[in-house]
């Protein structure tokens, strides 16, 4: 069989379409449709169902991608470090969110980017967790942290920590609410308090709310900057309440610099996964970052 076929097969399974499958070949798209459709004369089944955007898998199809894609992943590894360049360093691509990658993932993996024989070169980019995960499958990184776990066979995830949040404002608004008024009254004690968030859906103060107080925030957003640190800054700054994980806020709440609104019995809890595509983890230095990452993260509260 063909491995330039199977090649094309894989980007098209990971990508979901022709057309991104070609841009990321750097093919064009009829030159892609053509060498699926060689591929699965060859085989005699179908590969894809053709939809309006983009193709699903046939059963056939997953169980082909699911074997050769992790032997393919292999052969790109063995032709990119090159054989004969020992002195070279590996490059491993990390994605995953601005804020946890920025304050937690980056400053662990840094300690592997040494000259040691056994080191890499990194290099890092910021997304949502469907854009983490979606590049991860195309092969654009080897390891993506995300929110969401991952579907499928071509993905594996694992549990890396649990991110604890934390209702946060600066201490004029707590001497607002007044001592024990939160703890008696509840969410409508907040309700008159401006909001700081990431976006005009609220996510961080909606799930803040749906788990402690078991209902909806009544305010909307007084300020919306699509960044935590920012968020921070502007709580700081006396904009108004906001919802932030606790390890990001915790040197300010140590400077009183804002204030902890709440102390539920059980906080709100999101879970941070580390991903790679399956059989990846046979590369030492993808294992070796995963490894690093999980022992980092035993210490992370």
Not at 39 to 59: D, I, K, M, N, Y
Not at 79 to 106: K, Y
Not at 237 to 250: E, M
Request: hydrophobic share 45%.
């Amino acid at each position: 069989m063909d491995l330039a076929l199977l090649r094309t097969f894989v980007t098209v399974h990971r990508a979901g379409s022709f057309t991104r499958a070609a841009a990321l070949l750097g093919l064009s798209q009829p030159a892609v449709t053509s060498q699926i459709r060689t591929l699965e004369r060859q085989l005699g089944r179908p590969l894809f169902l053709r939809q309006a955007r983009g193709v699903t898998p046939t059963t056939i199809g997953d169980e082909l991608a699911h074997k050769a894609a992790p032997h393919l992943d292999a052969l790109v590894e063995i032709a990119e470090s090159g054989l004969d360049d020992e002195s070279s360093l590996r490059t491993l691509h990390l994605a995953g969110p601005p804020e946890f990658t920025a304050e937690r993932a980056l400053p662990a993996l840094t300690k592997l980017t040494g000259d040691d024989g056994q080191g890499f070169a990194l290099r890092a980019s910021f997304g949502t967790a469907e854009e983490t995960l979606e590049g991860l499958a195309a092969g654009h990184h080897d390891l993506a942290i995300s929110t969401a776990r991952p579907r499928g066979a071509l993905l594996t995830a694992t549990p890396l920590c649990d991110e604890e949040h934390t209702l946060v404002a600066a201490p004029r608004w707590a001497e607002r609410i007044g001592p024990g008024t939160l703890r008696l009254k509840g969410a409508p004690a907040l309700e008159n308090l401006p909001v700081v968030e990431v976006h005009e859906s609220l996510p961080f103060v909606s799930r803040y709310w749906a788990a402690v107080f078991d209902s909806r925030p009544a305010g909307s957003g007084a300020v919306i900057v699509p960044d935590l640190r920012a968020v921070l800054a502007c709580a700081i700054a006396g904009a108004g309440l906001a919802v932030l994980p606790r390890y990001l806020c915790v040197p300010a709440l140590d400077r009183g610099e804002i204030i902890a609104l709440h102390d539920p019995a059980v906080p709100p809890l999101r879970t941070y996964f580390l991903a790679v595509r399956t059989g990846t983890l046979a590369m030492p230095h993808i294992a070796r970052a995963h490894e690093w990452l999980q022992q980092a993260a035993a210490h992370w509260c």
